[in-house]
Structures are given as structure tokens and as C-alpha cells.
């Protein structure tokens, strides 16, 4: 029905990760004591969350156009809704220069992963 579409105005970058590399980037800083500090846990190509939530939807065979808006999503949400309204453009600098390669690198292989059969 469309429902499914972007929160807010959807310009906000998503930093999405799949749980397949996420598991794969654990266990690579395991393998790799000498990567120190901060390391992101974010693929490498930055997505939006509108953008995301229409992959999603074209995978699904339903359309994502109809979106939450702000105020509903921070009336039911409370401050809980800045964490999913908020924008972050992470990238995985270390992850990278460590050698470390991703599966699923963008929302569009993000999206396929999510929604195999």
C-alpha cells in the first residue's frame, strides 16, 4: 500500500551495516590485534534512508513513497525518535586501510541480502 516509505523527510544518511559483515568486521579486529581505537562498523558507501527504504520496496514488489512524518514519529517516539530521524555519514576508514572487505558494500546489496528468499 505504499506505507512503507521514508521517516521524516528521508534525507538522512542511515550508517547500515549487514549482520553478515558485521560479524565478518568482528571477527577480522579479533584477528587483528593491532588495529587500535575507534573502528566504524558501517559499509562503505553511504546510503539515506529514504533511498534505502525504496530499495527495500522495489526488492518487496511494494511501493515506499508514503512517509512518517517527523511529528508522528516524535509524538510516538519520544527521544527515542531523534536516534532514527538524526543523520550520521559514517565511513569505515579502518576497516578499509586494515584490508578488510566488505560483502555487502551498499544499499543495493544491503537491500538484496535483507530480502533473500
Not at 18 to 42: F, K, R, Y
Not at 75 to 86: H, R, S
Amino acid at each position: 500500500m505504499g506505507l512503507g516509505g521514508p521517516l521524516g523527510d528521508g534525507h538522512q544518511f542511515w550508517p547500515l551495516i549487514t549482520l553478515e559483515d558485521e560479524v565478518a568486521a568482528l571477527l577480522w579486529l579479533i584477528d587483528h590485534p593491532e588495529i587500535t581505537g575507534p573502528v566504524n562498523l558501517a559499509m562503505p558507501e553511504p546510503v539515506r534512508q529514504g533511498q534505502f527504504m525504496a530499495l527495500l520496496g522495489d526488492r518487496l514488489g511494494r511501493p515506499a513513497k508514503v512517509p512518517a512524518p517527523a511529528f508522528a514519529i516524535r509524538a510516538l517516539l519520544g527521544g527515542f525518535a531523534d536516534d532514527i530521524l538524526g543523520s550520521q555519514r559514517v565511513h569505515p576508514g579502518v576497516l578499509l586501510e586494515s584490508g578488510f572487505t566488505f560483502t555487502h558494500p551498499d544499499g543495493e546489496s544491503a537491500a538484496r541480502w535483507l530480502t533473500q528468499e
